[in-house]
């Protein structure tokens, strides 16, 4: 009986169901409900895991190449001076 009541508050919770419609409906059908939206969040998560891990390493590669970045421009830029050397006569 239990389970029925678990079944019964996420179906009224979640798929919004009305009790009436809940009252009418054969246990197996809302079991079947149960099971489809279990695996529907189950395969939500793993989209939502792998776009996770997708966004983190992107993000990782972009500071990566901004330190990189910030590290070059705060380094000194030094030109070499011209030395012009005199001609030596005879040579």
Known sequence: MTNWFDAEFILLKVLR???????KME?????YLMENLKKYNEEEENRRS???K????????????NMMKSMQSS????????????KIPGF
Do not use: C, T, V, W
């Open 17 to 23: 169901l009305q009790p009436s419609e809940l009252e």
């Open 27 to 31: 246990f197996y059908r809302a079991e």
């Open 50 to 52: 792998a776009q996770e």
């Open 54 to 65: 997708e966004h983190n390493a992107d993000d990782q590669l972009g500071s990566a190449k």
């Open 75 to 86: 380094m000194p830029n030094f030109n070499m001076p011209a030395m012009n050397i005199p």
